[in-house]
């Protein structure tokens, strides 16, 4: 849910600073440049011919071949490595880190233009960025180990304090005459569409790289992750790993930069790996479904972008994550919310079915029960027993009869008899013979008085497993023959005389 | 009778003292645990009994002292000892399954690397089934109740097959059960010679479970076989000025005499 909101609050932030403001006006000049692939006038939002769409998805068309591909590499690499930084439960050290990248971004930018170049060599720029990544993280880890400021304060500190500095010097440089940074702000919020195949080249090597070592030191990541003292203990580098792994975040924000920008980078490291949790409770499936999940928001949001135009490709891939998120929060198999819904709702006919055959199990031995020796006959009771038996109405009654006539365990009902099949009334023996072995073990056991022992027997009765009812009979062995269904240890409340004196 | 500190012992500890923000945690220990005892290390809430534990294993960082295992640094013995952390030191919604957390006991012999293998789960599973809980080794951690959970932190560290084991309140929060389970293993530990030092919280137990007890508070109050040093006296020091748990350990002394 958490993280949830966060993505929401990310994707607001697009949607604030996309607006047309001083800043913003100039991104969206630029990214009209540089996506005219799809044609058209900026800002319409004209659905493109079916033809482009297939051309861009299939990546046929060579512009945005290089774009969706690059974001889908990068999809893959930050969904390992998110996987672990979620685990860590570092996600915002991530943020942190990213945004700590800016000064270092536009302090070699001056270095570099006032050495004599352009000043926007994208290794020299990257080297900027990884460095006051690093040293953002560094002054986290200083802060919270050294003061009793916690990390999640320092975090926020160092995020917003470095960012600012950046913002500055930027701003100074815009100022500087005959300097032109008009590229810088790309970093900030991305831009794919500017991709050259040096990009391309660059980052998929870097992706390969982290991709590798992320499955290479699997198993010493997920210690790292689990339960570092333990790790310590073994003489696991527990310091060193955490640094790697804080390095390989660094990489691939520094990476994604470009296409997705750093403000957004976060959501594409944890977003995936939080949509994978949903799915599985295994972390090898968890890492290949969250770089699967990388690639297909990489995938969607680039092709998307580059046929809509005006459309940032960092905000609609963080979009698509979000998507995919959300449809993973609902659906998944492991901890989705329908899954929830589903689980209750068995266990509410499953209790609903066992209160239903054991009321008339007990109708029938109420009547028919003459000695403990002799076996049960499968004889019919009478309804109006039935619906007095338990504090329930006649519809919801009505309900469960039928629901037992289509599971084959109730013969038939008309209104004045319930009778209950073959394989209905073994099933009706077997519950009742749990429910009476547990109130049987609550007051030997437990000193629950036999007064309270019904209610107290009904809330566990129904998800006794097979195990359980076993050590139960071993637990009670000395008390009851393991065979027979023993008599109930209370009265029942019977409303009035039982009908049908006579035998039915 | 001063420590000697010789290489015989599992553990020998000179002068040691644990400071966290400069407030001294455990001052001025001095300690040798025999070798072969079942070891138990009790204290008030907050008398640094984790913290010594810890520290014998360089996990926190000492102010001043001198820690040796078998005569080493830990550092260099290592595959000697076995540890069971707290079991709330860990988030246990983690995406392993039961075996997999044994075979974290493991990793030294797997390898920088390299995958877990097979064997290594076989190994795992075994390890489970010491502690009675084979049948659950795919069970993912979060679906197993308090007293299994610990039964994994057991596991695992009987797979780091060492001699000195150091075990951190094994007995809190589980069920009946898993503590008699528990029990048993630190008697075959014992049996196969190996030592044990359990962070131990519930007096009542103390006699019938271990036979060498240290009792800690701050300081070393006492520190040697049960029946020497688990008297009223040095209760009432481990425990003095915490009024109410002078009641329980007088009662649990009573409780303690009866039992024998």
Avoid at chain 1, 82 to 88: A, I, K, N, V
Avoid at chain 1, 118 to 127: A, D, I, M, P, R
Avoid at chain 1, 200 to 211: H, K, P, T
Avoid at chain 2, 241 to 258: I, P
Wanted: aromatic residues 6%; contains cysteine.
């Amino acid at each position: 849910m958490k993280m949830f909101i966060r993505v929401l609050a990310l994707v607001l932030l697009v949607l604030f600073v996309s607006h047309p403001t001083a800043v913003a006006s100039q991104v969206h000049a630029e990214l009209a440049h540089g996506s005219q692939l799809a044609g058209g006038p900026v800002r319409s939002f004209e659905l493109p011919p079916w033809e482009d769409v297939k051309d861009v998805l299939m990546l046929r068309n060579y512009n945005t071949k290089l774009v969706v591909l690059s974001t889908m590499i990068l999809g893959v690499a930050s969904g390992f490595v998110g996987s672990f930084l979620l685990l860590r439960k570092r996600s915002l050290m991530g943020d942190a880190l990213s945004h700590a990248c800016l000064p270092g971004i536009v302090l070699l930018f001056i270095i570099m233009a006032s050495a004599g170049g352009s000043g926007k060599s994208l290794g020299g720029l990257l080297l900027g960025a990884s460095l006051t990544g690093i040293i953002g993280v560094g002054v986290v880890m200083l802060i919270s180990s050294t003061s009793r400021v916690k990390d999640d304060a320092a975090m926020g500190i160092v995020l917003s304090v470095f960012f600012g500095i950046g913002i500055a010097m930027m701003t100074m440089v815009q100022k500087t005459p005959g300097q032109s940074s008009a590229g810088l702000i790309d970093f900030i919020y991305g831009k794919a569409a500017s991709m050259v195949l040096q990009d391309f080249v660059l980052l998929s090597g870097v992706a390969v790289v982290i991709a590798a070592l992320c499955l290479l030191l699997m198993k010493e990541f997920a210690l790292l992750c689990f339960d570092q003292t333990f790790g310590k203990c073994i003489g696991l580098p527990v310091y060193l790993l955490d640094v790697l792994l804080m390095v390989l975040v660094a990489a691939v924000t520094v990476v994604g930069m470009q296409a997705v920008g750093l403000i957004l980078i976060i959501a594409y490291l944890v977003t995936p790996a939080a949509t994978a949790r949903f799915w599985t409770d295994n972390l090898r499936v968890m890492l290949l479904l969250s770089a699967l999940f990388g690639a297909m928001s990489g995938w969607l949001g680039a092709s998307l972008s580059a046929l809509l135009p005006g459309m940032p490709a960092g905000a609609v891939i963080v979009l698509m994550a979000a998507v995919l998120f959300i449809l993973s929060m609902l659906f998944g198999t492991s901890r989705g919310i329908l899954k929830r819904v589903i689980s209750h709702r068995q266990l509410k006919i499953k209790v609903g079915r066992q209160h239903m055959l054991r009321a008339v199990y007990e109708l029938i031995e109420l009547r028919y029960k003459t000695s403990a020796k002799l076996s049960l006959p499968n004889k019919p009771i009478h309804y109006a027993n039935l619906l007095s038996h338990r504090t329930w109405s006649a519809a919801s009654l009505g309900n469960l009869l039928r629901r037992g006539k289509r599971e084959d365990h109730i013969e038939k009902f008309d209104g004045m008899h319930v009778s209950l099949t073959e394989s209905g009334f073994g099933e009706a023996a077997r519950i009742t013979r749990n429910h009476r072995l547990w109130e049987i073990f609550l007051i030997t056991h437990a000193d629950i008085a036999p007064s309270h022992v019904d209610r107290d027997a009904d809330s566990v009765e129904h998800v006794l497993s097979p195990e359980m009812v076993r050590e139960l009979e071993s637990a009670l062995e000395a008390k009851i023959d393991t065979q027979v269904i023993p008599p109930s240890p209370h009265e029942f409340f019977v409303a009035g005389k039982l009908e049908g004196e006579k035998e039915l | 009778m001063e420590p000697s500190h010789s290489a015989s012992h599992p553990l020998a500890i000179h002068d040691l003292t644990v400071a966290y923000h400069r407030k001294p945690v455990i001052w001025d220990i001095d300690l040798d645990i025999p070798e072969g005892k079942l070891v138990g290390v009790i204290g008030p809430n907050g008398a640094g009994k984790s913290t010594l534990i810890k520290a014998c294993m360089d996990l926190i960082p000492r102010a001043s002292g001198e820690i040796s295992i078998y005569g080493k640094p830990y550092k260099k013995q290592r595959s000697l000892v076995g540890y069971v952390p707290q079991r709330e030191s860990v988030d246990w919604d983690f995406p392993v399954s039961a075996q997999d957390v044994v075979a974290m006991g493991l990793y030294r012999k797997v390898g920088w690397f390299k995958p877990v293998r097979k064997k290594h789960l076989d190994k795992a599973r075994e390890m489970l089934s010491h502690v009675g809980i084979e049948h659950l080794a795919e069970r993912q951690i979060s679906q197993l109740s308090g007293g299994q959970q610990q039964r994994v932190f057991l596991a695992r560290a009987l797979a780091q097959e060492a001699k000195f084991y150091m075990m951190d309140e094994p007995f809190a929060a589980v069920d009946a059960a898993t503590e008699r389970a528990i029990v048993s293993l630190l008697r075959e530990l014992k049996n196969q010679g190996k030592t044990c030092m359990v962070v131990h919280h519930d007096l009542a137990t103390v006699t019938k479970y271990f036979d060498w007890v240290v009792l800690l508070n701050m300081r070393i109050v006492d520190a040697g076989p049960t029946e020497l040093v688990f008297t009223e006296e040095n209760l009432r020091k481990t425990y003095g000025g915490k009024l109410s748990l002078l009641d329980e350990a007088a009662q649990a002394m009573r409780h303690g005499k009866s039992h024998k």
